[in-house]
């Protein structure tokens, strides 16, 4: 059965074929004009029987709205007595139900005192289950490893890591705690302690007060031809990027059982990184606000 159908919504001309006492599937993309079809097809059969009234004049076209010659129309349905169209609203009306599939079935076919047992004793399986994962310790730590690892990406971009993302901050030279620059190596207890981030810290805080005479101004003794390199120490590590790192380093460690033998690798080659990893900035605002800014090796 062809149906034809003119001036219909955005359908200017066009067919369709039905198959009677069948059901028709159309598929196509939004707008493409399925559920003006379906409509025009409903209109023009309630128009033949009764049932309605210019029907087929909600689908009027705008631009023939004060045309009397651009009325829309469908021929090629006069033999169909009665039509069920599986719509978005036949959808919301009869099968997606908040509490049943079909309106009145679900307490004549399934609700009863059989599935009110079933309902309580999976209620009580996910309540015990529930329980295990919240009590599990072993748990709790992958989830807080997860979310620390998570959270130290930053803000999502196109391609890379943004710039200013705690894992950028942490190993945009390197990973200067495993890798230590030549030159620093006498401090190396300290840059590798667990707490090397306080360590920079306090070591910061005597900078200041190295200009005030020749002694250092942390033991007093004379700093004469050491100077440059106790300054360079604030120079490649900062506290705060540091402690990032110690955080992100133990973070993908304590996960290490929870990757394949391939990811492992490239999170080795990651976080022991010797030359460090660039930041593209392209189009940056001299403050950095608003930037895309990622990191690439």
Not at 151 to 156: A, N, P, V
Request: charged share 25%; proline share 2%.
């Amino acid at each position: 059965m062809l149906v034809k159908l003119e001036k219909c919504n955005n359908i200017e001309t066009g067919s369709v074929e039905l198959m009677e006492h069948t059901l028709n599937l159309k598929y196509a993309v939004n707008g493409s004009g399925k559920t003006t079809i379906a409509r025009a097809i409903v209109a023009s059969i309630h128009e033949r029987l009764g049932k309605e009234t210019n029907a087929l004049a909600t689908l009027t076209p705008f631009k023939y709205r004060k045309d009397s010659s651009g009325k829309p129309e469908v021929t090629g349905t006069e033999a169909i007595q009665s039509v069920r169209v599986f719509d978005e609203h036949y959808m919301n009306e009869f099968v997606f139900q908040a509490d049943e599939l079909l309106k009145g079935s679900f307490d004549v076919f399934i609700g009863g005192d059989a599935y009110k047992q079933g309902m309580e004793a999976i209620d009580a399986h996910v309540a015990t289950m529930q329980k295990a994962l919240n009590e599990d310790q072993d748990v709790a730590d992958l989830i807080s490893d997860f979310n620390e690892i998570s959270s130290s990406f930053g803000k999502e971009t196109k391609s890379g890591i943004h710039g200013s993302s705690s894992l950028a901050k942490a190993f945009k030279g390197g990973n200067t705690v495993s890798n230590i620059p030549v030159g620093l190596e006498p401090y190396k207890s300290f840059i590798q302690h667990a707490e090397n981030y306080k360590w920079v810290k306090w070591q910061l805080g005597g900078i200041d007060f190295m200009n005030v005479g020749s002694d250092c101004p942390y033991c007093t003794n004379d700093i004469h031809g050491k100077r440059e390199t106790i300054k360079r120490v604030s120079e490649v590590y900062e506290p705060k990027a540091i402690e990032n790192l110690n955080k992100i380093v133990s973070a993908f460690q304590r996960l290490d059982k929870y990757f394949s033998e391939d990811t492992k690798a490239k999170i080795s080659d990651f976080v022991a990184c010797i030359g460090g990893y660039t930041r593209r900035s392209s189009q940056l605002s001299e403050d950095g606000k608003g930037a895309d800014r990622s990191l690439e090796r």
